[in-house]
């Protein structure tokens, strides 16, 4: 994907949005149509579905416009509106079940393992779908999405502490489990900050993070 060519934050194009400027919600949709879309597939496990509920969740935002302002992060703001809309088309008899094992482009990528390990992220979701949905979706928003334990707590309306309570227990059980056992066994000379090469998280520095 080419570089965000607009420098305006996301704040500023929603601001921007709701004074009238339609080119301002245009970038809005392009810099997160493909996480809102990879979300939604993770939910449905269904390309068409996915496509609709974004479409229906950017829907959503356009209608809080004039007069929203945006307190987090919007992915942070979107993600139960993709959600909320995912569990909408299965009480409308639409199959929509969390699924882990669901590629995403802009999956981080750690120099954990070695040349033929999947990067964390494809690992991570791998193992993931043996762990309950709770555990899964915290695990899932952190090192799928990267994001923070204050994020996820907001995204769920739940406590920070239950957030480390599941990331803890799901962690515990992927510590246990061949396919990502190797990303709790860093070589020597990868780094141990709790960061990797390209800026995210890795999965044996989440209990250390954002305490």
């Known amino acids: 994907m080419p570089p965000d060519p607009d420098p305006r934050t996301d704040s500023q194009l929603l601001a921007a949005a709701g004074s009238g400027d339609a080119a301002a919600f245009d970038t809005l949709y392009l810099r997160h149509r493909d996480w809102v ?7 449905t496990h269904d390309k068409d579905e996915a496509l609709d509920i974004m479409q229906e969740s950017f829907a959503y935002l356009l209608g809080r416009l004039p007069g929203f302002t945006l307190t987090a992060r919007l992915t942070t703001f979107l993600y ?3 959600k909320h809309n995912a569990l909408a088309a299965r009480r409308k008899g639409r199959r929509t079940v969390l699924h882990a094992d669901v590629p995403e482009p802009a999956a981080p990528q750690s120099a954990a393992g070695g040349p033929g390990d999947p990067p964390p992220g494809a690992a991570v979701r791998a193992a993931a779908d043996s ?4 555990q899964r979706e915290t695990l899932l928003m952190r090192f799928v999405d990267g994001m923070a334990l204050q994020e996820i707590a907001l995204a769920l309306n739940i406590p920070v502490g239950t957030v480390k309570s599941r990331l803890h227990t799901a962690l515990s059980t992927l510590r246990a489990d061949p396919r990502t056992l190797h990303l709790f066994d860093l070589p020597p000379d990868q780094p141990r900050d709790g960061r990797d090469q390209a800026g995210g998280a890795t999965a044996g520095s989440t209990e250390r993070q954002d305490a």
């Open 131 to 134: 762990l309950p949905e709770a």
């Open 80 to 82: 139960p509106v993709v």
């Open 37 to 43: 879309v990879n979300l939604a597939y993770r939910f």
